[in-house]
């Protein structure tokens, strides 16, 4: 008897991390749906690859991200893996930033992910499945930054929203994880990811791919990791040990 292949929906995917996530879950063998906001030149790439599960949404608006699991759960019956790849970024001192630099931050990485969340709880738990949300290396060091304050406080606040949902969830047996990028050059990354310098300062010896990543998601939407909820998975290569 053949089982039925799990949905999987990536948010931020119609390019950089998200789309090769959704690439991989795609070869895995997932019904794999993806999101698209503003990108609408992509689109028709998208729908080769991922035809029929194609969606535009503004997950800043909760009523968006309502509608968008009530579509996805209506093409495919289902809702087993969530992954939230949405979060503009922000570089520079604290010294000349704008409020307005905050509110972006706060509303992209963190605002998104309440709203996503809060629409596809019921799917997740009916499903037993989970969540993995992006965030940034060093999360759990706490650490002064020079450069992404205010980015990384945003992520911040993400870390301490999931490992919330993360116990919360445990009990309808839905587990939720993030995973964290360190310097990870693609054709959409900031350009500060390209610095020669940084680059020499990674233990590992390279910097990371978007294949890196993905493999860590895929750990992390499998039955491998059951008994992992709560936790921020680093993909860096050493980056800030």
């Given at each position: 008897m053949?089982?039925?292949?799990?949905?999987?929906?990536?948010?931020?995917?119609?390019?950089g991390l998200g789309l090769a996530v959704a690439r991989a879950l795609l070869r895995r063998g997932d019904r794999v749906h993806v999101v698209w906001r503003s990108s609408r030149a992509l689109v028709a790439n998208l729908e080769r690859e991922f035809e029929g599960r194609v969606h535009q949404a503004d997950l800043e608006d909760p009523a968006a991200a309502h509608a968008l699991v009530e579509r996805v759960t209506a093409t495919d019956g289902r809702l087993d893996h969530l992954v939230h790849a949405v979060g503009e970024y922000v570089s520079g001192p604290l010294e000349g930033a704008r409020a307005a630099d905050l509110r972006r931050m706060l509303a992209s990485n963190v605002e998104t992910a309440f709203h996503v969340f809060d629409a596809a709880r019921p799917a997740l738990r009916r499903a037993r499945g989970d969540a993995v949300f992006f965030g940034c290396a060093g999360l759990d060091t706490l650490r002064a930054r020079r450069e992404t304050a205010l980015y990384t406080a945003a992520k911040n606040a993400l870390f301490v929203l999931a490992r919330s949902w993360a116990l919360e969830e445990a009990p309808h047996g839905v587990r939720v994880n993030l995973v964290s990028p360190g310097v990870v050059p693609h054709e959409h990354a900031a350009a500060d990811t390209l610095d020669a310098e940084r680059l020499a300062r990674i233990p590992l010896g390279r910097a990371g791919t978007p294949d890196d990543v993905a493999h860590a998601v895929l750990f992390l939407a499998s039955p491998a990791a059951a008994h992992v909820t709560g936790v921020d998975l680093a993909v860096t290569g050493g980056w800030l040990l």
């Open positions: 053949t089982s039925t292949p799990p949905v999987s929906l990536v948010t931020g995917s119609a390019r």
